[in-house]
């Protein structure tokens, strides 16, 4: 065993999956594992399943699966070796150098690297240039120094290349440079740019204190009026969020989310640093789920105009979907919170929070809007919308509070009004089922992206999975295994890339687990890698069901294939029309 495979068996030790996975979301205890709702997807039911004795992880919804290497990478959006580093600092262990550490890795660490020179850049810019623009205002919107500060707040010049010239300067080459999406080539003169002229600077730092991207916003009429850096090797929109690092180490149980930069610095400069926002973008799944690992309470801090409505609408739908209960606050007197702050302080700005009200209230008094209640044909438009709202509430109690509420807005009985929900609970229902149907079929014919070939070889993918978990379940017999099915036998790619990797693993280590597949596969390969194992578990393959396996793959080799016509030699061909002439 080489040194960095004896420091990641320690690492594996040192945290157990239970422990690692049981710190983002609550594990059920079912026998000698866990199980718990994926992290990974939504989903109301538990369909992940933590497996101890193997130390891995599989979600039979999504298919996401692994060890705790695989789940640190996914749940963390890191990539291997960045996931040996954070498990590493979690158990207090150091990481041994790796001389073959991935271009990949290496060309995120100079994109991390050029994204903090960048921010020191814009930074002092902002302090000592010579345009106090930026500075100016800083000051309007009544910010500290300490909280510019903090922020790490900045100021791009109104200069071509500026920036550029900087990083050529500290060897940053073209490259590296295009990849952090700072500068780029002018596709008529063919010059290098800087993309962020004339802003000011809003650095966006991970839950790992790099800076990852920034958001510029400009201080005249000029379009776009905010600006954010595009996906990079380091950088997505859809799965961070702003300010998330400081607001990850709030001791409060509930974070307020806020529509844009300004209005979350504000916030946690009024003494909230449980405040969060969205990057340019609508809340996403993945942002809701990322929330859910910290509070079970978000409170939406929207501005009030339409769009701000609007965009509340869609952030409670994704919040249901987590787990996550949802609150709003009304803002009176304002039109964002950081004109409320502003106007009448940070103690009334948490009265403001303490006395929110709840989604369903929300959307209740939403389905009022454009309507004439004192009108039957409102009335009858109202309760059609407010039912559909309230057959989405699980919890019968809660279900009667929000009715009796709702029928006091119009002249009608409970009874009537439950007899109509209990109708679009059930049509619900059956809509659900059958896209529940709808995707399962379609799964059954769409192509399989890990492994294309099982769709056309379905026997013999089953076959080669059996086998695998044959090899899986008796790893000291790897030797004898291999002599009854070698590798070549296999008929799909994948699944031979799978079973060479088990055997050549098996015959140079004692003790072998999947774990050992992270550094070779993707996050999705092993995820499948673990699924095959997990669905067979129950199963119980004997050494018959073992040779009939082998026989089928053998069965295979012997059928004369066309493969599209590419491979069938002229024997066979022949072969086949003599067969079909002599059937005549």
């Known amino acids: 065993m080489t040194q960095n495979d004896e420091f990641l068996y320690q690492l594996r030790i040192a945290n157990p999956i239970d422990a690692v996975v049981g710190s983002y979301v609550n594990l059920i205890k079912r026998g000698h594992n866990f199980v718990c ?68 890795a290496q060309r995120k660490t100079r994109i991390y690297e050029i994204n903090r020179f960048a921010a020191n850049f814009y930074y002092k810019n902002l302090l000592k240039g010579t345009d106090k623009r930026g500075l100016k205002y800083f000051a309007e919107r009544k910010l500290s120094p300490q909280t510019v500060k903090k922020y790490g707040l900045g100021f791009a010049p109104d200069s071509f290349d500026l920036l550029y010239s900087q990083l050529r300067k500290n060897g940053y080459n073209d490259d590296e440079i295009f990849d952090s999406w700072l500068c780029t080539r002018s596709q008529k003169n063919g010059k290098i740019y800087d993309i962020f002229r004339n802003r000011v600077m809003f650095p966006i730092i991970d839950l790992r204190g790099n800076v990852i991207g920034f958001g510029g916003r400009v201080l005249d009429d000029s379009k776009p009026k905010y600006l954010n850096t ?36 504000a916030i946690n400069q009024a003494g909230f640093e449980n405040v969060v926002a969205t990057l340019g973008t609508a809340i996403t799944p993945e942002q809701a789920r990322l929330l859910s690992h910290y509070v079970n309470e978000v409170i939406i801090a929207y501005d009030s105009d339409a769009a701000g409505q609007n965009a509340t609408q869609k952030a409670i739908n994704h919040f249901s979907n987590v787990g996550i209960n949802t609150r ?45 209640l004192s009108t039957q044909q409102g009335q009858v438009e ?20 929000y009715i009796s509420r ?31 149907w709808k995707n399962i079929t379609a799964a059954s014919v769409m192509p399989d992206k890990v492994n294309p070939m099982s769709v056309k070889l379905p026997k013999e993918c089953k076959a ?15 030797s004898e295994i291999a ?97 079909k002439r002599k059937r005549k």
């Open 483 to 579: 002599k009854k099915a070698p590798p070549e036998l296999f008929v799909t790619d994948f699944n031979k890339k799978i079973y060479d990797c088990l055997l050549r693993k098996m015959t140079e280590y004692d003790s072998f687990t999947i774990s050992m597949l992270s550094e070779e596969f993707s996050t999705e390969e092993v995820g499948r890698i673990t699924g095959i194992e997990a669905k067979k578990r129950s199963i119980d393959i004997s050494e018959e069901v073992f040779a009939d396996c082998i026989a089928i793959l053998q069965n295979y080799h012997k059928s004369p294939h066309f493969d599209n016509g590419e491979n069938i030699s002229d024997n066979d061909l022949v072969a086949i029309f003599e067969n």
């Open 464 to 478: 080669e999975e059996n086998i695998i978990c044959w090899l899986l379940k008796h790893p000291e017999n790897c």
């Open 406 to 436: 709702t029928v006091k807005k119009c002249d009608i009985s409970a009874d009537i009004l439950k007899s109509h929900i209990d109708n679009e609970i059930k049509k619900s229902q059956h809509l659900d089922k059958k896209l529940e």
């Open 328 to 372: 709003i606050i009304r803002l009176e007197g304002a039109k964002d919170p950081d004109e409320y702050i502003k106007k009448f302080g940070a103690a009334k700005f948490r009265m403001l929070l303490d006395d929110s009200f709840d989604a369903n209230n929300f959307m209740l008094n939403q389905c009022e809007n454009g309507i004439d």
């Open 382 to 401: 109202f309760l059609n919308r407010a039912s559909k709202i309230l057959a989405k509430i699980e919890s019968p109690l809660e279900r009667e509070v």
């Open 37 to 104: 709702s994926c992290p990974f997807h939504s989903e109301k039911t538990p369909s992940c399943t933590v497996y101890t004795d193997t130390q891995s992880f599989y979600c039979f919804g999504c298919g996401s699966g692994g060890d705790v290497i695989t789940f640190i990478m996914k749940i963390e959006n890191l990539d291997f070796r960045e996931a040996i580093n954070f498990l590493a600092a979690r158990a207090g262990l150091t990481v041994p150098e790796d001389k073959k550490n991935s271009q990949y």
């Open 230 to 265: 595009s996906k990079t090797p380091v950088f997505d929109k859809g799965n961070n969020l702003f300010s998330m690092n400081f607001a990850k180490n709030s001791p409060e149980k509930r974070i307020i989310l806020a529509e844009g930069y300004m209005d979350v610095i």
